[in-house]
């Protein structure tokens, strides 16, 4: 018998260190060759780390959430055969539960309370305003109501012997009495408010938990997608400096086109949506603003614009916002633009998007559909210099010709990098969008 380590590999496109996101087995598990051991991310995407051997798990090299280097360890096997392992030049590794990475402890809920003449919704932790009234001399020097502190379980309760001489005569165990005194010290007010609440929950047959105080916490570690969504996110606010510019859209016309469309050829080509003709109506607008189809190398000050629209269509999953992207969007009519936006969506979704899929984009929409509000104030996808935001499509009174008539309105909340795009330009190329959505027949006269 032998161990034979895997080790992280290069993944390519110079990258050098990626996060563990998941991970598909344990110390001790029997696994087969070319089973998948591992899920990373990269900037862009989610890699599997499949094994190269069968064997069983002897231990894993990092925890979920650490960023790992190409060339480090991943995980060790024990294999039938000398295996590929040399300790003379590679460190022991602790299996998971022991090199987990350790974390402040915080308590997150309180056991239910054993008291003798009261039911266990008493346990509740009582409200700073019901435990004790505001006094000064418990530490905070400033007359407020103390804050009472709920314990962990197990942890051993603070109080005077005349308190806990009290509470034995309630019936009340101090475990689960929130204490307002110095260091979370149990006062005879906060047992009294204790031992009042529960005698309140049992006259009445139990509380209404709708206005119960809660004192529980959860710590979400901000691990894979989400923590680069959230570099990202952070990089595009520090680096850029964002403006905003809302246009109202009378998509009236266009709506009547889409419903007409998808009744003559929903059936063979598929149906329509917004989305499509607004991607087209960009397509069309970059043409004559080169300028915000571009991308901003803030380092060498250099703006590359481009002739080819790669549009990125922000989508979201499971994991958070993901943009992929519709590669030569000025080649594709609406009906090839609608079922790419389709397929990639389903890709971004299922996990399955490569690389490629989620990188080099020159502009992007984003929308939330249904949920798209009035106004947005969307964030660039750095290092592009404009985002094209889509709000709720809506039926509204309007005055035409002096009369109050129904029309289905629109707002785009776009956003520019006022780096390279002034603010003149940039309401030109949003009202450009916006007359070729208001008379659709346009986006299809060149």
Request: net charge neutral; glycine share 8%.
């Amino acid at each position: 018998m032998g161990i034979h380590v895997i080790k992280m590999p290069d993944i390519g496109e110079g990258i050098a260190e990626v996060e563990l996101v998941a991970w598909h087995v344990q110390v001790g598990d029997m696994v087969a060759e070319d089973q998948i051991l591992a899920d990373v991310m990269t900037d862009k995407a989610t890699v599997e780390i499949p094994s190269s051997v069968a064997g069983k798990v002897l231990a894993l090299g990092g925890t979920v959430g650490q960023v790992m280097a190409v060339g480090s360890e991943v995980i060790r096997i024990e294999v039938d055969g000398p295996g590929n392992y040399k300790p003379e030049s590679a460190p022991a590794l602790a299996n998971t539960a022991q090199a987990a990475i350790k974390t402040e402890a915080k308590p997150v809920a309180v056991e239910p309370a054993k008291v003798a003449a009261a039911p266990a919704a008493a346990a509740a932790s009582v409200p700073a305003s019901q435990a004790a009234p505001a006094r000064h001399g418990n530490g905070n020097g400033n007359g407020k109501a103390p804050v009472a502190l709920v314990r962990a379980p197990g942890d051993k309760p603070i109080a005077s012997p005349s308190v806990r001489r009290q509470a034995w005569d309630l019936g009340v165990e101090l475990q689960f009495v929130p204490g307002t005194g110095m260091g979370g010290r149990i006062t005879h007010e906060d047992l009294q408010a204790y031992a009042q609440r529960a005698s309140q929950a049992q006259a009445g047959g139990s509380m209404d938990q709708r206005y119960a105080q809660r004192v529980d916490e959860e710590t979400v570690p901000v691990i894979g997608l989400r923590r680069k969504i959230a570099q990202k996110m952070q990089e595009s606010k520090r680096r850029i400096p964002h403006f905003t510019y809302v246009e109202e859209v009378d998509m009236t016309e266009l709506e009547a086109l889409r419903t007409r469309l998808n009744a003559q050829h929903g059936k063979t080509r598929g149906r329509l949506t917004v989305l499509p003709f607004i991607a087209r109506a960009v397509v069309l607008a970059v043409r004559a603003h080169p300028q915000i189809n571009a991308r901003y190398d803030d380092d060498a000050a250099v703006a590359t614009r481009y002739g080819a629209v790669h549009l990125g269509i922000a989508t979201q999953t499971e994991g958070g916002l993901m943009v992929p992207v519709v590669r030569h969007a000025e080649t594709l009519d609406l009906w090839a633009c609608a079922n790419e936006v389709v397929r990639l969506a389903e890709a971004a979704r299922s996990g399955k998007a490569s690389r490629d899929e989620l990188s080099g984009s020159t502009i992007t929409i984003t929308s939330l559909g249904a949920l798209g509000g009035i106004v947005t104030t969307p964030v660039i996808n750095h290092p592009e210099v404009a985002i094209v935001g889509v709000n709720r499509l809506v039926e509204r009174p309007m005055i035409r010709n002096g009369a109050v008539v129904a029309r289905q309105m629109m707002n785009l909340s776009s956003s520019f990098d006022h780096r390279v795009v002034d603010g003149m330009h940039a309401a030109e190329f949003v009202q450009l969008i916006r007359g070729y959505l208001e008379c659709p027949a346009t986006l299809f006269v060149e």
